[in-house]
């Protein structure tokens, strides 16, 4: 396993993170077990969750996560000190937490003390604002038009960032937390936040986890860029596009128990005749390589330069293995060019 700094937090953590929101709906306490035993073992020293986990995310899913690591934990106290564990609060627009309200500093404090009671942990090393309160063009709202920025107060916005920067700190000098990151934000939500940083001697944002894959790769370069010159860690989630870039959906398949049986909060909008295309041109690639379409993809998002750590979810072992085995691959030029060749011609296939 590599290891790489988390940004400027003095960490270091594995290029693979482990991802756990399938825990609590599509997996079993006795499969979260099994996960988190296997990932320790082979190297994994990061670990991503959120208050809103499982998914998808109902009121009786809500908190369901952390839960169940909050019980290994429970059983195996003294192994925390084994990884960095990340978690997130859960931005505004979910009736049953806490009213749909936005991100404030209060409810920063409110949701560390909620989310230690689950983890069954005195500290979380990595807290996260799962998504601005501001509406940002992630979750299928990044096509030009969807969105219109100039409706946005910005002051307003920032006076917000300021108050959560504020309830950060109280965590932090409270020893609840010990860094703090965003989540499906863009290039002006991270600067302005190590703006806020900057002026009020606040803290400063440690890392960014966003949605990217060979299917959705909206921030690269631009967003990636300004990671790597500020220093904030780039996390990737969905490096599958929720299992499309397996192979597993061609065709219209829906294996049973896979994620697009389970009713998706925005609808399946990974779930078009371009994915369809893009897809089947890189099963092909990886199918001529000797690899498996996980494989290649993974491998794919690990290489990309300013990528810190790539946040992976498996509903089996099997599928956990064979997604770390990615991370040990080395892709040829010849490869890499072959992936190309598609990506030229389905850069944004949802």
Known sequence: MKYVPLGRTGLNVSRVCLGTMTWGTQNTQADADVQLEYALANGVNFIDTAEMYSVPPTAESYGKTESIIGDWLGRNPSRREEFILATKIAGPGLSYIRGGGPITGKSVVEAVDASLKRLQTDYIDLYQLHWPNRTSPHFAKHFPGHISFSDVDRNAHSAQMLDILQGIDVCIKAGKIRHFGLSDDTTWGINEYVRLSDKYDLPRVASI????????????????????????????????????????????ARAEGSRWNFAQRNGLFRDTPSVELAVKGYVEVAEKHGLTPAQLALAWCDQVDGVTSTIIGATSLDQLKEDMSAFDLALSDTVLTDVMSVFREYPAPF
């Open 209 to 252: 986890q966003n949605e990217f894959s060979l299917l959705h790769a909206k921030d690269w370069p631009y967003l990636i860029e300004n990671c790597v010159h500020e220093d904030i860690a780039y996390l990737p989630w969905s490096p599958l596009a929720t299992g499309a870039l397996t192979g597993k959906y061609l065709g219209g």
